[in-house]
C-alpha cells in the first residue's frame, strides 16, 4: 500500500482548497430510451468534457440515455473532483490519507445515487437498467456508487480508476449491492499505476464478488479505442 500511494502522490500533489460549486449534469436522451448510463469525469474535468463520448456509444447502445454530471465541488486549480487530493508530503504514503479520500468520496456518492433516482423516475427506467462507468476518479466514483446502491442497478465499469480498498471507515458493511463489474486500465498509464486495477480486483474478490479485467497494451492514462471497444461490449452482454 505504501509503495502504491507513493507512486500515485507526484500526479495528486495539489494544495486542498474546496469550494462548493453548483453540480450540473448534462443529457443526451433518445426518444423512449430503454437503458441509461452515467460516464463519470475525472480530477479537473467536468460532465461537459466527457461527452464527446456520446457520438460513438450512441451508434452502438441504442435506445441509451447518457448522463455526465459534473462533481459539486471545484478543484483548487481548474475543473472539479469528486475527492479531495492529500497535500503532497511524507504524510501521504499512508493508509489514513487514502481513508481521508475515500470518505469524501463516499460523501459525494450521494449526489449520484440521487441522480440514479431521478433518472428512474423521469424516464421509467428500471433500476437494473441504469449503468454507470467512470474515468480516473470517476472509477472510483463509479465502483461506491454501484457497491453502496441500495436498489441495484446494472453494471459499473471503472476506467484506468483509482482503486478500491477497504479502510477503518469504509468496510464490508457498507457494501449492499453487487453490479457486474468491469474494470480497464493501460499497461503504459503514467498517472494511475497499472497495479491499482490489481488491487481493486483483490478487494473485490475479498469481498466475494466477481468482475472482469481488461488490460489495454499500450494505452496511457485515457480512453482510447480498444478501451471503447470493451467498454461497449460489456455493456452489451446480456
Given at each position: 500500500?505504501?509503495?502504491?500511494?507513493?507512486?500515485?502522490?507526484?500526479?495528486?500533489?495539489?494544495?486542498?482548497?474546496?469550494?462548493?460549486?453548483?453540480?450540473?449534469?448534462l443529457s443526451y436522451i433518445?426518444?423512449?430510451?430503454?437503458?441509461?448510463?452515467?460516464?463519470?469525469?475525472?480530477?479537473?474535468?467536468?460532465?461537459?468534457?466527457?461527452?464527446?463520448?456520446?457520438?460513438?456509444?450512441?451508434?452502438?447502445?441504442?435506445?441509451?440515455?447518457?448522463?455526465?454530471?459534473?462533481?459539486?465541488?471545484?478543484?483548487?486549480?481548474?475543473?472539479?473532483?469528486?475527492?479531495?487530493?492529500?497535500?503532497?508530503?511524507?504524510?501521504?504514503?499512508?493508509?489514513?490519507?487514502?481513508?481521508?479520500?475515500?470518505?469524501?468520496?463516499?460523501?459525494?456518492?450521494?449526489?449520484?445515487?440521487?441522480?440514479?433516482?431521478?433518472?428512474?423516475?423521469?424516464?421509467?427506467?428500471?433500476?437494473?437498467?441504469?449503468?454507470?462507468?467512470?474515468?480516473?476518479?470517476?472509477?472510483?466514483?463509479?465502483?461506491?456508487?454501484?457497491?453502496?446502491?441500495?436498489?441495484?442497478?446494472?453494471?459499473?465499469?471503472?476506467?484506468?480508476?483509482?482503486?478500491?480498498?477497504l479502510t477503518e471507515d469504509?468496510?464490508?458493511?457498507?457494501?449492499?449491492?453487487?453490479?457486474?463489474?468491469?474494470?480497464?486500465?493501460?499497461?503504459?498509464?503514467?498517472?494511475?499505476?497499472?497495479?491499482?486495477?490489481?488491487?481493486?480486483?483483490?478487494?473485490?474478490?475479498?469481498?466475494?464478488?466477481?468482475?472482469?479485467?481488461?488490460?489495454?497494451?499500450?494505452?496511457?492514462?485515457?480512453?482510447?479505442?480498444?478501451?471503447?471497444?470493451?467498454?461497449?461490449?460489456?455493456?452489451?452482454?446480456?
Open positions: 500500500m505504501r509503495r502504491f500511494v507513493a507512486q500515485l502522490v507526484f500526479i495528486f500533489a495539489f494544495i486542498v482548497n474546496i469550494n462548493i460549486a453548483t453540480a450540473k449534469t433518445p426518444e423512449n430510451p430503454e437503458k441509461a448510463l452515467i460516464i463519470i469525469h475525472g480530477y479537473g474535468q467536468s460532465g461537459e468534457k466527457m461527452q464527446w463520448m456520446t457520438d460513438k456509444l450512441k451508434k452502438e447502445l441504442e435506445n441509451t440515455a447518457f448522463y455526465y454530471p459534473t462533481a459539486p465541488d471545484k478543484a483548487p486549480h481548474r475543473g472539479y473532483q469528486w475527492f479531495i487530493i492529500p497535500i503532497f508530503g511524507a504524510e501521504m504514503v499512508n493508509i489514513k490519507m487514502y481513508n481521508r479520500m475515500l470518505n469524501d468520496a463516499v460523501d459525494n456518492v450521494v449526489f449520484l445515487h440521487d441522480l440514479i433516482d431521478e433518472i428512474h423516475k423521469d424516464l421509467q427506467i428500471p433500476f437494473e437498467n441504469i449503468d454507470v462507468a467512470g474515468f480516473s476518479q470517476g472509477g472510483l466514483m463509479a465502483l461506491l456508487t454501484g457497491l453502496t446502491n441500495p436498489n441495484h442497478i446494472g453494471k459499473v465499469i471503472s476506467l484506468s480508476g483509482v482503486p478500491l480498498l469504509f468496510g464490508e458493511n457498507m457494501i449492499v449491492s453487487e453490479p457486474d463489474i468491469l474494470l480497464i486500465q493501460g499497461d503504459n498509464d503514467q498517472v494511475i499505476p497499472i497495479n491499482s486495477i490489481y488491487m481493486t480486483k483483490q478487494t473485490l474478490d475479498g469481498l466475494e464478488i466477481s468482475s472482469q479485467d481488461e488490460t489495454i497494451k499500450g494505452m496511457d492514462h485515457t480512453i482510447n479505442l480498444r478501451a471503447q471497444q470493451k467498454m461497449i461490449e460489456f455493456l452489451r452482454d446480456q
